[in-house]
Nanobody, 127 residues
Framework: QVKLVESGGGLAQPGGSLRLTCTVS????????IGWFRRAPGKDLEGISC????????DYSDSVKGRFTISKDAANNAVHLQMNDLQPEDTAIYYC????????????????????WGQGTQVNVTS
């Protein structure tokens, strides 16, 4: 049984930073890719970042590119999402998910590529 748990959410001011962590148990994250998604109030689920099994391949949505950084932490079976220069539009519930196949950058931000999901962590950006 695979379990993903997100942590690190909370309150940040505009321009601030948070670091989210996705901890995976039951299957090592270097087996399949990990993706980060978010759902803002009243909006659809958005894929924002993904990382390959090796950690060498990554992708970001245009909405977070240049501000967010995804990284692997193989020693702790975890994937981090460092979020800098946060803005009010980054307010959302953030989810991590485990891919169901080998990394494919063309589709790694699509929710259909992921089968196991965490419960989410809330991020609020407000002054």
């Amino acid at each position: 049984q695979v379990k993903l748990v997100e942590s690190g959410g909370g309150l940040a001011q505009p321009g601030g930073s948070l670091r989210l962590t996705c901890t995976v148990s039951g299957r090592r994250p270097d087996t399949y890719p990990i993706g980060w998604f978010r759902r803002a109030p009243g909006k659809d689920l958005e894929g924002i970042s993904c990382i390959s099994t090796s950690g060498r391949n990554k992708d970001y949505s245009d909405s977070v590119k240049g501000r967010f950084t995804i990284s692997k932490d193989a020693a702790n079976n975890a994937v981090h999402l460092q979020m800098n220069d946060l803005q009010p539009e980054d307010t959302a519930i953030y989810y991590c998910a485990l891919g169901t196949a080998w990394f494919n950058q063309a589709v790694c931000l699509m929710r259909s590529q992921y089968g196991d999901w965490g419960q989410g962590t809330q991020v609020n950006v407000t002054s």
